[in-house]
Protein backbone atom coordinates (compact mmCIF):
# COMPACT_ATOMS: atom_id res chain seq x y z
CA UNK A 1 0.00 0.00 0.00
CA UNK A 2 1.45 3.16 -1.05
CA UNK A 3 2.14 5.98 1.20
CA UNK A 4 -0.73 8.26 -0.67
CA UNK A 5 -3.17 5.80 -0.47
CA UNK A 6 -2.56 5.07 3.53
CA UNK A 7 -2.79 9.25 4.04
CA UNK A 8 -6.12 9.09 2.27
CA UNK A 9 -7.93 5.99 4.23
CA UNK A 10 -6.61 7.72 7.37
CA UNK A 11 -7.98 11.16 6.17
CA UNK A 12 -11.16 10.33 5.01
CA UNK A 13 -12.61 9.34 8.79
CA UNK A 14 -10.55 12.28 10.27
CA UNK A 15 -11.83 15.04 7.93
CA UNK A 16 -15.64 13.33 8.14
CA UNK A 17 -15.27 14.30 12.03
CA UNK A 18 -13.37 17.23 11.49
CA UNK A 19 -15.78 18.77 8.62
CA UNK A 20 -19.11 17.33 9.16
CA UNK A 21 -19.35 15.82 12.54
CA UNK A 22 -17.97 18.46 15.08
CA UNK A 23 -18.77 21.78 14.16
CA UNK A 24 -22.71 20.89 13.53
CA UNK A 25 -23.77 22.78 16.63
CA UNK A 26 -21.81 26.10 15.60
CA UNK A 27 -24.75 27.37 13.18
CA UNK A 28 -27.84 28.58 14.49
CA UNK A 29 -31.31 26.63 13.08
CA UNK A 30 -32.97 28.22 10.27
CA UNK A 31 -36.65 27.35 9.22
CA UNK A 32 -38.46 25.99 8.32
CA UNK A 33 -36.75 22.84 7.66
CA UNK A 34 -34.77 22.52 10.79
CA UNK A 35 -37.23 23.71 13.04
CA UNK A 36 -39.65 21.36 11.84
CA UNK A 37 -37.29 18.46 11.71
CA UNK A 38 -36.42 19.56 15.42
CA UNK A 39 -39.95 19.99 16.78
CA UNK A 40 -42.04 17.17 15.24
CA UNK A 41 -39.26 14.56 17.03
CA UNK A 42 -39.43 16.69 20.22
CA UNK A 43 -43.51 16.84 20.20
CA UNK A 44 -42.74 12.45 19.99
CA UNK A 45 -41.01 12.37 23.05
CA UNK A 46 -42.66 14.86 25.22
CA UNK A 47 -46.19 12.99 24.23
CA UNK A 48 -44.49 8.89 23.83
CA UNK A 49 -46.62 8.72 20.68
CA UNK A 50 -44.20 7.42 17.92
CA UNK A 51 -46.53 6.61 15.11
CA UNK A 52 -48.62 9.99 14.12
CA UNK A 53 -46.58 12.56 13.66
CA UNK A 54 -47.68 16.02 15.32
CA UNK A 55 -46.18 19.48 14.61
CA UNK A 56 -47.67 22.06 16.93
CA UNK A 57 -50.05 19.37 18.43
CA UNK A 58 -51.44 19.18 15.12
CA UNK A 59 -51.46 16.02 12.96
CA UNK A 60 -48.61 16.54 9.75
CA UNK A 61 -48.80 13.68 7.37
CA UNK A 62 -46.63 15.09 5.27
CA UNK A 63 -43.85 12.30 5.40
CA UNK A 64 -43.99 8.91 7.10
CA UNK A 65 -41.87 8.72 10.08
CA UNK A 66 -38.19 7.19 10.10
CA UNK A 67 -36.86 10.80 9.50
CA UNK A 68 -38.42 11.77 13.10
CA UNK A 69 -37.37 8.78 14.46
CA UNK A 70 -33.81 9.23 13.79
CA UNK A 71 -34.30 12.97 15.23
CA UNK A 72 -36.17 11.67 18.55
CA UNK A 73 -33.50 9.20 19.11
CA UNK A 74 -30.45 11.77 18.48
CA UNK A 75 -32.25 14.53 21.03
CA UNK A 76 -32.63 11.55 22.95
CA UNK A 77 -29.14 10.93 23.19
CA UNK A 78 -27.70 14.79 22.96
CA UNK A 79 -30.08 16.87 23.95
CA UNK A 80 -32.25 19.64 22.00
CA UNK A 81 -29.18 21.09 20.48
CA UNK A 82 -28.60 21.47 16.97
CA UNK A 83 -25.84 19.36 16.64
CA UNK A 84 -28.43 16.61 17.76
CA UNK A 85 -30.86 17.60 15.01
CA UNK A 86 -28.34 17.36 12.10
CA UNK A 87 -26.88 14.41 13.57
CA UNK A 88 -28.61 11.42 11.29
CA UNK A 89 -28.04 13.71 8.40
CA UNK A 90 -24.60 14.55 8.54
CA UNK A 91 -24.13 10.61 9.77
CA UNK A 92 -26.07 9.26 6.50
CA UNK A 93 -23.91 11.06 4.17
CA UNK A 94 -20.64 9.23 5.92
CA UNK A 95 -22.55 5.61 5.91
CA UNK A 96 -23.50 6.41 2.13
CA UNK A 97 -19.18 7.10 1.56
CA UNK A 98 -18.85 3.90 3.35
CA UNK A 99 -20.59 1.74 1.43
CA UNK A 100 -19.38 3.30 -2.10
CA UNK A 101 -16.03 2.15 -0.68
CA UNK A 102 -17.24 -1.16 0.04
CA UNK A 103 -19.02 -1.39 -3.60
CA UNK A 104 -15.62 0.22 -5.40
CA UNK A 105 -13.05 -2.30 -3.86
CA UNK A 106 -15.20 -5.66 -4.59
CA UNK A 107 -16.63 -5.08 -7.75
CA UNK A 108 -13.56 -2.88 -9.25
CA UNK A 109 -10.74 -4.32 -7.14
CA UNK A 110 -8.99 -1.22 -6.62
CA UNK A 111 -8.36 0.32 -3.43
CA UNK A 112 -7.43 3.71 -4.86
CA UNK A 113 -10.50 4.36 -6.65
CA UNK A 114 -12.83 2.56 -3.85
CA UNK A 115 -11.45 5.46 -1.38
CA UNK A 116 -11.23 8.01 -4.16
CA UNK A 117 -14.87 7.59 -4.76
CA UNK A 118 -15.77 8.04 -0.93
CA UNK A 119 -13.84 11.11 -0.44
CA UNK A 120 -15.16 12.56 -4.16
CA UNK A 121 -18.70 11.19 -2.77
CA UNK A 122 -18.46 13.35 0.65
CA UNK A 123 -16.85 16.49 -0.97
CA UNK A 124 -19.25 17.22 -3.82
CA UNK A 125 -20.64 20.59 -2.41
CA UNK A 126 -23.82 19.77 -2.47
CA UNK A 127 -23.98 16.82 -0.38
CA UNK A 128 -21.94 18.73 2.05
CA UNK A 129 -24.40 21.28 1.95
CA UNK A 130 -27.24 18.51 2.51
CA UNK A 131 -25.67 16.48 5.01
CA UNK A 132 -24.79 19.22 7.46
CA UNK A 133 -28.72 20.41 7.32
CA UNK A 134 -31.34 18.62 9.11
CA UNK A 135 -33.40 17.64 6.21
CA UNK A 136 -34.97 14.01 5.31
CA UNK A 137 -32.85 14.44 2.09
CA UNK A 138 -29.66 12.76 3.46
CA UNK A 139 -31.17 10.01 5.33
CA UNK A 140 -33.65 9.25 1.69
CA UNK A 141 -30.60 8.93 -0.12
CA UNK A 142 -28.31 6.79 2.04
CA UNK A 143 -30.99 4.22 2.33
CA UNK A 144 -31.31 4.36 -1.79
CA UNK A 145 -27.70 3.80 -2.02
CA UNK A 146 -27.99 1.29 0.43
CA UNK A 147 -30.44 -0.61 -1.39
CA UNK A 148 -28.88 -0.28 -4.75
CA UNK A 149 -25.52 -1.29 -3.50
CA UNK A 150 -27.63 -4.53 -1.56
CA UNK A 151 -28.95 -5.23 -4.58
CA UNK A 152 -25.77 -4.74 -6.93
CA UNK A 153 -23.74 -7.49 -4.13
CA UNK A 154 -26.85 -9.67 -4.47
CA UNK A 155 -26.89 -10.36 -8.55
CA UNK A 156 -23.06 -10.49 -8.19
CA UNK A 157 -23.53 -13.63 -5.81
CA UNK A 158 -24.87 -16.74 -5.53
CA UNK A 159 -26.51 -19.48 -2.79
CA UNK A 160 -27.07 -17.73 1.12
CA UNK A 161 -25.29 -15.21 0.07
CA UNK A 162 -27.57 -13.95 -2.34
CA UNK A 163 -30.50 -14.03 -0.66
CA UNK A 164 -28.60 -12.37 2.28
CA UNK A 165 -28.45 -9.20 -0.23
CA UNK A 166 -31.70 -9.27 -2.10
CA UNK A 167 -33.34 -9.09 1.45
CA UNK A 168 -31.16 -6.58 2.55
CA UNK A 169 -32.45 -4.81 -0.18
CA UNK A 170 -35.57 -5.01 0.53
CA UNK A 171 -34.92 -3.94 3.92
CA UNK A 172 -33.21 -0.61 2.64
CA UNK A 173 -36.25 0.02 0.36
CA UNK A 174 -38.77 -0.42 3.41
CA UNK A 175 -36.85 1.83 5.17
CA UNK A 176 -36.37 4.15 2.73
CA UNK A 177 -40.26 4.58 2.05
CA UNK A 178 -40.94 5.23 6.02
CA UNK A 179 -38.28 8.28 5.50
CA UNK A 180 -39.94 9.59 2.59
CA UNK A 181 -42.79 7.79 0.17
CA UNK A 182 -42.69 6.05 -2.78
CA UNK A 183 -39.87 7.13 -4.45
CA UNK A 184 -37.76 4.37 -2.52
CA UNK A 185 -39.49 1.58 -4.78
CA UNK A 186 -39.57 3.98 -8.27
CA UNK A 187 -36.11 5.12 -8.06
CA UNK A 188 -34.46 1.20 -7.69
CA UNK A 189 -37.04 0.56 -10.29
CA UNK A 190 -35.73 2.65 -12.71
CA UNK A 191 -32.48 2.17 -12.02
CA UNK A 192 -32.62 -1.75 -11.98
CA UNK A 193 -34.91 -2.37 -14.83
CA UNK A 194 -33.10 -1.18 -17.41
CA UNK A 195 -29.66 -1.90 -16.31
CA UNK A 196 -30.99 -6.14 -15.87
CA UNK A 197 -32.60 -5.77 -19.99
CA UNK A 198 -28.48 -3.88 -20.83
CA UNK A 199 -27.04 -6.86 -18.94
CA UNK A 200 -29.37 -9.55 -21.05
CA UNK A 201 -30.55 -10.99 -17.46
CA UNK A 202 -34.01 -9.81 -17.86
CA UNK A 203 -35.14 -13.38 -16.74
CA UNK A 204 -33.71 -13.13 -12.98
CA UNK A 205 -36.24 -9.95 -12.85
CA UNK A 206 -39.22 -12.26 -12.07
CA UNK A 207 -37.15 -14.45 -9.93
CA UNK A 208 -34.82 -12.42 -7.72
CA UNK A 209 -37.89 -9.82 -7.11
CA UNK A 210 -39.69 -11.63 -4.70
CA UNK A 211 -37.82 -11.86 -1.66
CA UNK A 212 -36.83 -8.28 -1.22
CA UNK A 213 -40.54 -7.07 -2.02
CA UNK A 214 -41.26 -9.65 0.99
CA UNK A 215 -38.81 -8.09 3.30
CA UNK A 216 -39.55 -4.39 2.49
CA UNK A 217 -43.60 -5.21 3.03
CA UNK A 218 -42.18 -7.22 6.58
CA UNK A 219 -40.50 -4.07 7.01
CA UNK A 220 -43.29 -1.22 6.37
CA UNK A 221 -46.19 -2.89 7.91
CA UNK A 222 -46.01 -2.80 11.48
CA UNK A 223 -46.45 1.24 11.34
CA UNK A 224 -48.18 0.92 8.09
CA UNK A 225 -50.67 -0.46 9.92
CA UNK A 226 -50.39 1.32 13.14
CA UNK A 227 -50.94 4.44 11.27
CA UNK A 228 -53.56 3.46 9.78
CA UNK A 229 -55.13 2.50 12.85
CA UNK A 230 -55.07 6.07 14.73
CA UNK A 231 -55.37 8.04 11.69
CA UNK A 232 -57.34 6.32 9.11
CA UNK A 233 -57.35 9.28 6.10
CA UNK A 234 -52.94 9.08 6.49
CA UNK A 235 -53.11 7.06 3.39
CA UNK A 236 -55.35 8.91 1.26
CA UNK A 237 -53.76 12.03 1.95
CA UNK A 238 -50.31 10.81 1.60
CA UNK A 239 -50.80 8.86 -1.69
CA UNK A 240 -52.90 11.66 -3.59
CA UNK A 241 -51.82 14.86 -2.16
CA UNK A 242 -47.75 13.66 -1.68
CA UNK A 243 -47.18 11.68 -4.42
CA UNK A 244 -49.56 12.09 -7.53
CA UNK A 245 -50.29 16.03 -7.11
CA UNK A 246 -47.01 16.71 -6.59
CA UNK A 247 -45.19 15.01 -9.16
CA UNK A 248 -47.88 15.71 -12.27
CA UNK A 249 -49.35 18.52 -11.51
CA UNK A 250 -48.33 21.75 -13.12
CA UNK A 251 -50.26 24.31 -11.13
CA UNK A 252 -50.73 23.13 -7.48
CA UNK A 253 -47.35 21.48 -7.71
CA UNK A 254 -45.24 22.67 -4.87
CA UNK A 255 -41.66 24.37 -6.60
CA UNK A 256 -42.51 24.44 -9.68
CA UNK A 257 -39.59 24.71 -11.59
CA UNK A 258 -38.67 23.78 -15.86
CA UNK A 259 -37.28 21.05 -16.72
CA UNK A 260 -33.31 21.62 -16.85
CA UNK A 261 -33.58 22.99 -13.47
CA UNK A 262 -31.69 20.18 -12.70
CA UNK A 263 -28.98 20.74 -14.29
CA UNK A 264 -27.33 23.76 -12.95
CA UNK A 265 -28.07 22.39 -9.94
CA UNK A 266 -26.00 18.68 -10.45
CA UNK A 267 -22.77 21.00 -12.32
CA UNK A 268 -22.43 23.49 -8.98
CA UNK A 269 -23.61 20.90 -6.93
CA UNK A 270 -20.60 18.49 -8.11
CA UNK A 271 -17.64 20.94 -7.52
CA UNK A 272 -14.82 20.81 -7.22
CA UNK A 273 -15.08 18.03 -9.25
CA UNK A 274 -17.24 19.36 -12.14
CA UNK A 275 -13.95 20.40 -13.98
CA UNK A 276 -12.40 17.08 -14.11
CA UNK A 277 -15.79 15.83 -16.22
CA UNK A 278 -14.54 15.49 -19.20
CA UNK A 279 -11.22 14.51 -18.14
CA UNK A 280 -13.15 11.61 -16.42
CA UNK A 281 -14.87 10.52 -19.34
CA UNK A 282 -12.50 10.17 -21.73
CA UNK A 283 -10.98 7.95 -19.03
CA UNK A 284 -14.14 5.88 -19.40
CA UNK A 285 -14.36 5.91 -22.99
CA UNK A 286 -10.87 4.88 -23.32
CA UNK A 287 -12.02 1.93 -21.91
CA UNK A 288 -15.70 1.14 -22.61
CA UNK A 289 -17.89 0.53 -19.97
CA UNK A 290 -16.62 -2.51 -19.82
CA UNK A 291 -17.43 -4.12 -16.53
CA UNK A 292 -21.12 -3.92 -15.11
CA UNK A 293 -20.69 -2.09 -12.17
CA UNK A 294 -19.96 1.30 -14.43
CA UNK A 295 -23.35 0.04 -16.37
CA UNK A 296 -25.30 0.05 -13.30
CA UNK A 297 -23.69 3.30 -12.54
CA UNK A 298 -24.57 5.17 -15.50
CA UNK A 299 -28.24 4.10 -15.26
CA UNK A 300 -28.17 4.61 -11.45
CA UNK A 301 -26.95 8.04 -12.71
CA UNK A 302 -29.01 9.35 -15.27
CA UNK A 303 -32.54 7.47 -14.97
CA UNK A 304 -33.41 8.92 -11.44
CA UNK A 305 -31.94 12.51 -13.18
CA UNK A 306 -34.27 12.23 -15.96
CA UNK A 307 -37.09 10.92 -13.66
CA UNK A 308 -36.83 13.97 -11.36
CA UNK A 309 -36.57 16.42 -14.03
CA UNK A 310 -39.78 15.31 -15.32
CA UNK A 311 -41.46 15.67 -12.65
CA UNK A 312 -43.02 19.55 -11.96
CA UNK A 313 -42.35 20.67 -8.26
CA UNK A 314 -38.53 20.53 -7.68
CA UNK A 315 -35.69 21.04 -5.13
CA UNK A 316 -31.99 21.30 -5.36
CA UNK A 317 -32.32 18.14 -2.32
CA UNK A 318 -34.19 16.01 -4.78
CA UNK A 319 -31.35 14.61 -6.63
CA UNK A 320 -29.26 13.70 -4.14
CA UNK A 321 -29.39 10.02 -4.86
CA UNK A 322 -27.50 10.55 -8.14
CA UNK A 323 -24.16 11.97 -6.36
CA UNK A 324 -23.17 8.29 -5.06
CA UNK A 325 -23.27 7.12 -8.39
CA UNK A 326 -21.33 10.51 -10.30
CA UNK A 327 -18.93 9.67 -7.63
CA UNK A 328 -18.26 6.26 -8.78
CA UNK A 329 -17.74 7.14 -11.97
CA UNK A 330 -15.53 10.24 -11.80
CA UNK A 331 -13.53 7.90 -9.61
CA UNK A 332 -13.18 5.21 -11.90
CA UNK A 333 -12.72 7.68 -14.58
CA UNK A 334 -10.28 9.81 -12.98
CA UNK A 335 -7.90 7.04 -12.31
CA UNK A 336 -7.86 5.69 -15.99
CA UNK A 337 -7.39 8.93 -17.33
CA UNK A 338 -4.44 10.26 -15.04
CA UNK A 339 -2.75 6.74 -14.76
CA UNK A 340 -2.33 7.31 -18.43
CA UNK A 341 -1.12 10.86 -18.21
CA UNK A 342 1.38 11.44 -15.81
CA UNK A 343 3.43 14.46 -16.81
CA UNK A 344 3.64 17.58 -14.81
CA UNK A 345 1.58 20.30 -16.29
CA UNK A 346 -1.79 21.71 -15.57
CA UNK A 347 -4.87 20.39 -17.85
CA UNK A 348 -7.65 22.71 -18.57
CA UNK A 349 -9.43 21.16 -15.73
CA UNK A 350 -6.99 22.80 -13.65
CA UNK A 351 -7.44 26.43 -15.10
CA UNK A 352 -10.99 26.11 -15.14
CA UNK A 353 -11.40 24.55 -11.53
CA UNK A 354 -8.80 27.60 -10.75
CA UNK A 355 -11.04 29.89 -12.93
CA UNK A 356 -14.58 29.04 -11.01
CA UNK A 357 -13.13 29.50 -7.29
CA UNK A 358 -11.45 32.76 -8.22
CA UNK A 359 -14.19 34.37 -10.15
CA UNK A 360 -16.13 33.49 -6.68
CA UNK A 361 -13.27 34.84 -4.71
CA UNK A 362 -12.96 37.91 -6.36
CA UNK A 363 -17.20 38.66 -6.58
CA UNK A 364 -17.50 38.06 -2.71
CA UNK A 365 -14.26 40.86 -2.09
CA UNK A 366 -15.42 43.52 -4.66
CA UNK A 367 -19.48 42.64 -3.31
CA UNK A 368 -17.86 43.38 0.19
CA UNK A 369 -15.79 46.57 -0.24
CA UNK A 370 -18.64 48.26 -2.33
CA UNK A 371 -22.54 48.62 -1.75
CA UNK A 372 -24.18 46.90 -4.37
CA UNK A 373 -27.08 46.26 -1.89
CA UNK A 374 -26.07 42.46 -1.99
CA UNK A 375 -23.47 41.83 0.42
CA UNK A 376 -23.83 39.00 2.43
CA UNK A 377 -21.81 40.34 5.15
CA UNK A 378 -23.48 43.52 6.08
CA UNK A 379 -22.61 44.02 10.13
CA UNK A 380 -19.09 46.08 10.82
CA UNK A 381 -17.76 43.27 13.05
CA UNK A 382 -18.59 40.84 10.13
CA UNK A 383 -15.45 41.24 8.23
CA UNK A 384 -13.40 38.38 9.42
CA UNK A 385 -15.97 35.67 8.41
CA UNK A 386 -16.16 36.91 4.73
CA UNK A 387 -11.92 37.03 4.90
CA UNK A 388 -12.05 33.57 6.25
CA UNK A 389 -13.80 32.74 3.43
CA UNK A 390 -11.67 34.57 1.34
CA UNK A 391 -9.10 32.66 2.62
CA UNK A 392 -10.39 28.69 1.92
CA UNK A 393 -10.97 29.91 -1.68
CA UNK A 394 -7.28 30.94 -1.84
CA UNK A 395 -6.72 27.57 0.33
CA UNK A 396 -8.71 25.86 -2.82
CA UNK A 397 -6.76 28.00 -5.71
CA UNK A 398 -2.93 26.81 -4.29
CA UNK A 399 -4.25 23.19 -3.85
CA UNK A 400 -5.43 23.16 -7.46
CA UNK A 401 -2.47 24.31 -8.88
CA UNK A 402 -0.21 22.42 -6.41
CA UNK A 403 -1.99 19.32 -7.77
CA UNK A 404 -0.21 19.96 -11.44
CA UNK A 405 3.29 18.72 -10.17
CA UNK A 406 1.71 15.50 -8.85
CA UNK A 407 2.31 12.98 -11.90
CA UNK A 408 0.88 10.16 -9.23
CA UNK A 409 -2.54 9.78 -10.11
CA UNK A 410 -3.31 9.44 -6.68
CA UNK A 411 -1.59 12.19 -5.15
CA UNK A 412 -3.01 14.46 -7.98
CA UNK A 413 -6.41 13.50 -6.94
CA UNK A 414 -5.86 13.33 -3.51
CA UNK A 415 -4.63 17.56 -3.83
CA UNK A 416 -8.51 17.89 -5.74
CA UNK A 417 -9.56 16.19 -2.83
CA UNK A 418 -8.31 18.63 -0.25
CA UNK A 419 -9.49 21.69 -2.34
CA UNK A 420 -12.59 22.01 -0.58
CA UNK A 421 -12.61 21.14 2.17
CA UNK A 422 -10.88 24.59 3.89
CA UNK A 423 -14.22 26.43 2.40
CA UNK A 424 -15.99 23.42 3.89
CA UNK A 425 -15.12 23.98 7.19
CA UNK A 426 -14.92 27.86 6.89
CA UNK A 427 -19.10 27.72 5.92
CA UNK A 428 -19.57 26.42 9.54
CA UNK A 429 -18.01 29.63 11.00
CA UNK A 430 -18.75 32.17 8.53
CA UNK A 431 -22.68 32.35 8.97
CA UNK A 432 -24.11 35.52 7.97
CA UNK A 433 -25.82 37.76 10.94
CA UNK A 434 -28.49 39.09 8.16
CA UNK A 435 -29.39 35.33 7.20
CA UNK A 436 -29.61 34.44 11.06
CA UNK A 437 -32.02 37.77 11.47
CA UNK A 438 -34.47 36.62 8.66
CA UNK A 439 -33.98 32.75 8.72
CA UNK A 440 -32.71 31.65 12.10
CA UNK A 441 -35.40 33.06 14.91
CA UNK A 442 -34.09 31.09 17.94
CA UNK A 443 -31.83 33.49 19.80
CA UNK A 444 -34.45 36.42 19.16
CA UNK A 445 -37.15 33.47 20.68
CA UNK A 446 -34.73 33.17 23.38
CA UNK A 447 -33.90 36.98 24.32
CA UNK A 448 -37.74 37.58 24.69
CA UNK A 449 -38.32 34.36 26.60
CA UNK A 450 -38.90 36.40 29.76
CA UNK A 451 -41.51 38.03 28.52
CA UNK A 452 -43.38 34.81 27.78
CA UNK A 453 -45.34 32.74 31.07
CA UNK A 454 -46.86 29.42 30.67
CA UNK A 455 -50.06 31.44 31.04
CA UNK A 456 -49.75 33.36 27.77
CA UNK A 457 -51.61 32.59 24.66
CA UNK A 458 -49.31 32.09 21.66
CA UNK A 459 -50.19 33.22 18.35
CA UNK A 460 -48.09 32.64 15.31
CA UNK A 461 -47.91 33.01 11.32
CA UNK A 462 -47.13 29.46 9.70
CA UNK A 463 -43.88 30.18 9.04
CA UNK A 464 -42.08 30.69 12.70
CA UNK A 465 -44.76 28.18 14.04
CA UNK A 466 -41.72 25.50 13.80
CA UNK A 467 -39.55 28.12 15.99
CA UNK A 468 -42.10 29.42 18.45
CA UNK A 469 -43.23 25.84 19.55
CA UNK A 470 -39.44 24.46 19.44
CA UNK A 471 -38.14 27.22 21.82
CA UNK A 472 -41.38 27.65 23.86
CA UNK A 473 -41.63 23.90 24.42
CA UNK A 474 -45.31 24.49 23.46
CA UNK A 475 -47.74 22.88 20.90
CA UNK A 476 -50.82 25.20 21.76
CA UNK A 477 -49.98 27.84 19.25
CA UNK A 478 -52.95 29.58 17.48
CA UNK A 479 -51.99 30.38 13.51
CA UNK A 480 -52.68 33.70 11.51
CA UNK A 481 -52.31 31.57 8.30
CA UNK A 482 -52.42 27.74 7.27
CA UNK A 483 -48.98 26.76 5.52
CA UNK A 484 -48.21 23.37 5.58
CA UNK A 485 -50.49 22.80 8.28
CA UNK A 486 -53.51 23.17 6.71
CA UNK A 487 -54.62 19.51 6.39
CA UNK A 488 -54.34 19.53 10.44
CA UNK A 489 -55.75 22.46 11.11
CA UNK A 490 -59.10 20.90 9.15
CA UNK A 491 -59.54 18.52 12.17
CA UNK A 492 -62.48 19.40 13.78
CA UNK A 493 -60.52 19.17 16.85
CA UNK A 494 -58.46 21.29 15.71
CA UNK A 495 -59.82 23.92 13.66
CA UNK A 496 -60.40 26.43 16.07
CA UNK A 497 -56.27 26.81 16.20
CA UNK A 498 -56.68 29.02 12.73
CA UNK A 499 -57.59 32.63 13.47
CA UNK A 500 -58.99 34.22 10.49
CA UNK A 501 -59.64 38.56 11.21
CA UNK A 502 -62.76 37.64 12.47
CA UNK A 503 -61.58 34.93 14.24
CA UNK A 504 -58.67 36.85 15.48
CA UNK A 505 -60.70 40.17 16.41
CA UNK A 506 -63.19 37.41 18.97
CA UNK A 507 -60.07 35.96 20.20
CA UNK A 508 -58.71 39.15 21.21
CA UNK A 509 -61.87 40.58 22.55
CA UNK A 510 -62.14 37.48 24.53
CA UNK A 511 -58.77 37.22 26.37
CA UNK A 512 -57.93 40.85 26.96
CA UNK A 513 -56.76 41.77 30.29
CA UNK A 514 -57.72 38.22 31.36
CA UNK A 515 -54.58 36.14 30.09
CA UNK A 516 -51.51 38.21 27.98
CA UNK A 517 -51.39 37.35 24.29
CA UNK A 518 -48.12 37.11 21.88
CA UNK A 519 -47.84 37.60 18.28
CA UNK A 520 -44.91 36.19 16.80
CA UNK A 521 -44.44 36.59 12.82
CA UNK A 522 -41.70 37.13 10.49
CA UNK A 523 -41.65 40.07 7.97
CA UNK A 524 -43.82 42.93 8.69
CA UNK A 525 -46.97 40.93 7.04
CA UNK A 526 -49.66 41.68 9.86
CA UNK A 527 -52.70 42.20 8.85
CA UNK A 528 -54.65 42.79 11.65
CA UNK A 529 -52.73 45.39 13.29
CA UNK A 530 -56.30 47.93 13.73
CA UNK A 531 -57.79 45.20 15.85
CA UNK A 532 -54.98 45.62 18.11
CA UNK A 533 -55.61 47.95 21.27
CA UNK A 534 -52.83 51.14 22.02
CA UNK A 535 -51.12 49.17 24.75
CA UNK A 536 -48.87 46.91 22.74
CA UNK A 537 -45.38 46.42 23.51
CA UNK A 538 -43.29 45.86 20.27
CA UNK A 539 -39.43 43.59 20.22
CA UNK A 540 -37.75 43.37 17.03
CA UNK A 541 -34.70 41.70 15.45
CA UNK A 542 -34.25 41.31 12.38
CA UNK A 543 -37.25 40.43 10.40
CA UNK A 544 -38.61 38.94 13.82
CA UNK A 545 -41.10 40.63 15.44
CA UNK A 546 -43.54 39.96 18.80
CA UNK A 547 -46.06 42.28 19.86
CA UNK A 548 -47.25 41.57 23.67
CA UNK A 549 -50.59 42.14 24.78
Known sequence: MSKSLKYLLWALPLGFILIYLLPLDVRPMVIPDEARYAEIPREMLESGNWIVPYLNGLRYFEKPVLGYWMNALSLSAFGETAFAIRLPSALAAGFSALFLFLLSLRFVGNRSVAALSAAIFLTCLEVFAVGVFSVLDSLFAFLVTASLVAFFFGIQSTGKARHGYLALFGVACGLAFLTKGFLAFALPVIVIVPFMLWEGRWKELFTCGWLPMGTAFLTILPWAWAVHLQAPDYWHYFFWEEHIKRFSSSTNAQHLQPFW???????????????????????????????????????????????????????????????????????????????????KRATWGDWLNIALAGVFGLALFIIQLFDFGVKAYTQSGEAWKWLLVLLSVGVWIGLTWSARNCSDPLQRLTRYVATPLAFMLSVHFAFPQQVEDSKAPDAFLHS?????????????????????????????????????????????????????????????????????????????Q????????????????????????
Open 448 to 524: VAAQISPQTLLVSDSSMVHAVAWAYKRKDIYMLSHGELEYGLKYPDSEQRFLDEGKFKQFVTENQGKRPIAIIYRGD
Open 526 to 549: FFYKNLLPANVKRFEQGKFILLLL
Open 261 to 343: FFIPVLLLGALPWTSLVPQAVRGLWRDGLNTPLLRYALCWLILPFLFFSISKGKLGTYILPCFAPLAILLSVGLWQHFSQHTE
